[in-house]
């Protein structure tokens, strides 16, 4: 029994050793590997070229700073331990993560035991936010305006009146086919089916059916990520459909042009809640300098993920003021994030009282027709606010 | 509602023979190891997906190369055969073997064999790739002389090039397992092993050897599968083996497992069985019930065929062996 309470003594005093005075590190968590590895990376290299660029100013602070990056793997039970993991490091003092709604939300619960804060580049369901964390922000648009946004883009100026929803059946694919479906109807469309598919390879029943709708489909709302959409669009050209594909912020990855082919991804509308580079003037040099760095295009993710970061970062220098030069304690850094007021790569980040930001953009696209994905089409940029917690 | 299921009945029918004899390829694999060892071998569809991984990376690097699009899949079909045959056997050779020699009669413990060897191919599979292209998703690459298509019956039935010769190989290749299980010396010494391995043995056969041909023919025909399953639907990933690989292996039950023709029968009917209810069960449930329940529908009817016949449709009532 004695030996046990050394032990747990022993760790004890290590854990508080482990502990550094001086070092502050910010986390990533966003899928690194498997399928939608292209777009966690983009989150973390990110976050981490804004860490890189604030690492002088913390050292005339007198901190090290740090960034850690997690891998998800766009699963809620590895993010959950990861989590776990993140808070039992006294030195993580923000969470810039995740990709996926699915696995941001359990995992924030865990960063809201220790009041750890999480700022979203990229969680779009509304559950992450309507839930009133004080932790949870993010700088993104939300699903239940980025569905919308794409039902009035397709029934006012595509101007088509039947279309033919599919879903991934995920928290996210399957809620922003809803929010779509809703706003599509309440204008006077029709929605001619309503299926969900958890298919990766043979979309052949489903574009039977499109075949086979009365009326015609003259558009197909695909809710889902590219790795599904990709192979979808190609099967659906070979079969000699040229029905219209709209999707959401899933579909932005130049690997939908790779899996669907350029011909066949031409002229896919897609909404995102993180524009381009283009987009946004500010960007560009930032981007250059990613470039050089990573050697990869800097995408949507990455801009909102150097936001994300960036607003952590203000928060921790205002707490760290505010603490008398000393480390903030979790809870003061995540006080601070409230309260930033940040012209950030992306535009002004302010956030309301659930976390979301107080205007967020929501962009309309189309996939370019050279297959490259740095050419596509910016058709309309909105900013809209985040409808009250329902 | 039913003008709109004659409307599309042509298409769905041809579409789930394309499925069903994808289905019949990989269940022959399933058939052949369980018919001579009893063993239930789910690397199987690991070794499917290996197929459809190197009918890839031919067509990724000779397609440049070659101006004529058949006689490159040609190549990748004999290719991804082969591969696939030396993998099935290599994992014979390694995994099963060595608990067979010791005598091993807990038919649970190859079982789990089995599910480990599957885990271990698909996450060498990913490491490879990861580490050759960074590719999760590996595209099939498109090549102009596999990519016509033709539509009959005035429109009813849209084909693809591909389509039929996805089926015209698989046909051959059921024909010439047909033939070789059952007139050719090979073929005889295969069912003598599958109908006693010791008796066999002390008829002069060696029943190793016999044993590791068979996952040699069976994991081809698995390889041939994969590339054609690649062809057809043009994503791959490592993990692309499981579902087909699970159905295949139902197809082997339903058509009565130890048994060739029922295996094509099996995986025809299931092929036939999915393709049907995914396309129609929106239509016929009006919209209650979307095309993610397939397999719960094709499932169900198949439980209920094995009430009414556990032996399987062509399967026999094994009679105690004396």
Request: aromatic share 8%.
């Amino acid at each position: 029994m004695r030996k046990i309470g050394l032990l747990v003594a022993g760790v004890a005093a290590l854990g508080m050793a482990l502990g550094q005075a001086n070092v502050i590190k910010i986390a990533t968590q966003s899928p690194l590997s498997g399928p939608q590895a292209a777009l966690g990376e983009q989150i973390k290299l990110g976050a981490e070229l804004a860490v890189e660029e604030a690492k002088a100013k913390f050292k005339a602070l007198g901190f090290d700073l740090v960034l850690v990056p997690y891998d998800d793997q766009a699963n809620p039970d590895v993010g959950v331990a990861n989590a776990n993991r993140i808070i039992n490091d006294p030195d993580i003092l923000g969470v810039v993560g995740h990709l996926n709604s699915g696995v941001a939300i359990p995992s924030s619960e865990v960063y809201a035991r220790v009041n750890l804060v999480m700022v979203s580049p990229a969680n779009t369901n509304p559950r992450v936010t309507d839930r009133r964390l004080p932790n949870v922000n993010r700088i993104c648009g939300r699903d239940d305006v980025q569905g919308p946004v794409g039902a009035e883009y397709a029934f006012n100026n595509i101007k088509v009146k039947n279309v033919f929803i599919i879903h991934d059946k995920t928290a996210y694919g399957q809620g922003l086919a809803e929010e779509f479906r809703k706003r599509f109807e309440a204008l006077g469309g029709k929605a001619v089916a309503f299926v969900g598919t958890e298919e990766t390879s043979n979309f052949i029943p489903i574009i039977n059916q499109i075949r086979g709708a009365r009326p015609v489909p003259e558009l197909i709302y695909f809710g889902g990520i590219y790795s599904q959409v990709g192979p979808f669009l190609k099967q659906l050209r070979e079969r000699g459909l040229r029905t219209r594909l709209m999707g959401g912020d899933g579909l932005d990855s130049s690997e939908l042009v790779r899996l669907a082919g350029a011909q066949n991804a031409a002229g896919t509308f897609y909404t995102t809640v993180a524009g381009p580079v283009s987009a946004f003037p500010k960007a560009r040099a930032v981007a250059q300098r990613f470039k050089q760095k990573y050697g990869k295009d800097m995408e949507g993710f990455g801009i909102y993920a150097y936001d994300s970061a960036q607003v952590i970062l203000t928060a921790l220098e205002s707490a760290i003021k505010a603490n008398g030069g000393k480390k903030p304690t979790r809870e003061q850094v995540s006080q601070e994030v409230r309260k930033v007021k940040l012209e950030g790569l992306t535009g002004t980040i302010e956030f309301d009282d659930k976390g979301d930001n107080k205007k967020a953009k929501y962009f309309v696209m189309q996939v370019a027709s050279g297959g490259n994905w740095a050419d596509n089409k910016l058709i309309r940029i909105i900013e809209m606010a985040a409808p009250g917690a329902r | 509602m039913l003008e709109q299921i004659l409307a599309l009945l042509p298409q769905v029918i041809f579409d789930g023979f394309i499925l069903g004899f994808v289905y019949a390829m990989v269940a022959l694999g399933y058939t052949m190891v369980y018919g001579v060892l009893e063993l239930i071998n789910f690397a199987h569809s690991e070794i499917f997906m290996i197929g459809a991984v190197v009918g890839v990376e031919v067509f990724r690097y000779l397609a440049p190369h070659m101006g004529n699009g058949f006689l490159l899949l040609f190549l990748a079909l004999v290719l991804g055969g082969v591969v696939a045959g030396i993998t099935a056997i290599l994992v014979e050779r390694f995994a099963y073997r060595p608990l067979r020699k010791r005598g091993t009669t807990n038919r649970l413990v190859p079982l789990i064999t089995a599910i480990g060897v599957s885990f271990i191919l698909q996450d060498l599979v990913r490491l490879i790739e990861g580490l050759w292209h960074n590719e999760f998703f590996l595209r099939m690459r498109t090549v102009e002389d596999l990519e016509g298509s033709v539509e009959l019956f005035g429109g009813a039935i849209f084909a693809q090039t591909k389509s039929f010769i996805l089926m015209g190989v698989s046909i051959l290749m059921l024909l010439g397992l047909t033939y070789l299980v059952n007139r050719t010396k090979l073929g005889v010494a295969i069912r003598a092993v599958a109908q006693d391995l010791s008796t066999a043995s002390l008829m002069g056969i060696d029943p190793d050897r016999i044993i590791s041909r068979t996952f040699l023919i069976g994991g081809s025909l698995g390889g041939v599968a994969g590339v054609l399953f690649a062809l057809q639907y043009t994503t791959i990933t490592p993990y692309v083996g499981f579902l087909p690989g699970l159905k295949a292996f139902t197809a082997a039950v339903l058509g009565g497992i130890g048994n060739i023709p029922g295996a094509m029968l099996g995986g025809l009917v299931l092929g036939q069985l999915e393709n049907f209810f995914g396309t129609y069960l929106p239509i016929l449930t009006n919209g209650n019930f979307g095309t993610e329940y397939k397999d719960v529908v094709a499932f169900l009817i198949l439980i209920l065929i094995l009430l009414l016949r556990p032996q399987g449709l062509l399967g026999q009532v094994v009679k105690e062996k004396v």
